[in-house]
């Protein structure tokens, strides 16, 4: 795979995102939407394996995260956030000969609700839906800080105080410890200039997912001891995507994409050879 970095800005929002062309013929438009956590680089391990299978890859960041900073504040409402990742992939089509096309669209954690008001903005646009560790910010907030004012604000400045404090929190949220290189990207991400902001903006959003009116085929892919998914999960994801195919890692914590990679790949790999 070939790797090209770009950016594009919305309203004065910028929106970082890459794009792996694949080795193989073109079969499949996948965006891997990052959460909060991660980076394009979070996504090396699945890569190759997608090359091959015809993937066009575009690796994005949530409005608000990753280089540069933007003069606005970051979007709290998922359905701005999906607008301006409808642009990135409309841009991205554009550059493939201007029709509009099919995505697949996979997200981690805290992402998941943007890839759903995506699906909810365009479905005519979507192939699939793919949820990896999926979290929906509002209720993660509700579960982990209750009612209580300022908590989110709270945890975010006691996790992103220190590196070592924030390696221990993903080590927590991984079940294991991460190698170093790993995890000063992730620290890399939140330490620059506005992240913080952008964090709480996401974890604060007051928006719902609407459920979809008509079929989409769905799967989600989570670890059996990540300790930040409830145990409602299958239930509230199944609210959210009714025609969701769910699977569970047993042993794999927040970062499957890090510490069981080859599960993850096997999932993928057998899923858009289903629905391709």
Known sequence: MSRENRALTFRGQRVNFSIEWPEAHLRHRLLLL????LSGFHWRKLLPELSELGCLCVLA???????????????RESGVRAQMLWGVLDEVDARLGGDSALWHLSAHGAAWTTVLAMRAAQPNSVRSLIGISPLNPPRARRRFFGGHGGEAER???RTLSTPAAFTQFVARAARRPLPDYVVERMWAGLDRPG???????????????TPPADFCPSIAIWGGSDPLMPADTRERLAAQAP?????????AGHFPMETHSRALRDYLRGWLKYVG
């Open 155 to 157: 945890f975010v400045e």
């Open 61 to 75: 960041e949530l409005p608000g995260f990753g280089a540069g900073v933007s003069p606005v504040a970051p979007p």
């Open 243 to 251: 025609d969701l195919e769910a699977h569970i890692i047993r042993p």
């Open 34 to 37: 990052c959460s909060p956590l």
């Open 195 to 209: 992240a913080r902001g952008a964090l709480l903006a996401l974890l604060e959003g007051a928006d719902e997912p």
